[in-house]
């Protein structure tokens, strides 16, 4: 009797210190875990500005559909207007205006470009997308197709109207 309550004491007291050694070891966070954070912030810095314009009111200084291109708008929200530019029936590019007023981080990205387009501060994010800032706008050219390069993004970049919308408030 003696020898197994001796036993189950010492069990309990191995379990103790198990238990509070693993409680107390500091786990190295994982990327999982990192980037689970940066998206959680990211989630709560994400809400909608009650100052951001309507989509609706972004639509009118799109470029038109012409030649042989077709503008089919796709998305439309507060701060945010998207549209499909097709031609022959494929879309070969996405055009969009954004209102930076909710992620102001995005403008600071226009502070040392050295490039313009319009007069207005210019950048290339990757080789599929150009970009301009207008003011609290960001107008973006998106290539969905590998024939619709760089010239082209720029091209339709300046067929915004762009000096309007820098007067949008």
């Given at each position: ?26 786990k190295a966070p994982n990327r999982f875990d990192q980037v689970q954070q940066e998206s959680t912030k990211q989630k709560s810095g994400q809400a909608v500005s009650k100052n951001a314009t309507q ?115």
């Amino acid at each position: 009797m003696i020898l197994s309550r001796g036993r189950r004491i010492l069990a309990s007291l191995l379990l103790s210190v198990l238990l509070l050694t693993t409680a107390c070891t500091a786990k190295a966070p994982n990327r999982f875990d990192q980037v689970q954070q940066e998206s959680t912030k990211q989630k709560s810095g994400q809400a909608v500005s009650k100052n951001a314009t309507q989509g609706s009111k972004l639509n009118k200084f799109f470029p038109t559909g012409e030649d042989d291109y077709d503008r089919i708008y796709t998305q439309e929200k507060k701060g945010f207007s998207e549209a499909n530019l097709k031609k022959d029936g494929k879309v070969v590019a996405q055009l969009a205006i954004s209102d930076t007023t909710s992620t102001p981080t995005v403008a600071s990205k226009y502070a040392n470009s050295t490039k313009e387009i319009d007069g207005y501060p210019a950048v290339e994010l990757g080789k599929t997308q150009t970009s301009v800032l207008v003011g609290k706008y960001q107008v973006k050219v998106i290539s969905k197709d590998p024939l619709f390069n760089s010239s082209d993004r720029e091209d339709w970049i300046e067929k915004f109207d762009l000096d309007g919308l820098a007067k949008l408030k």
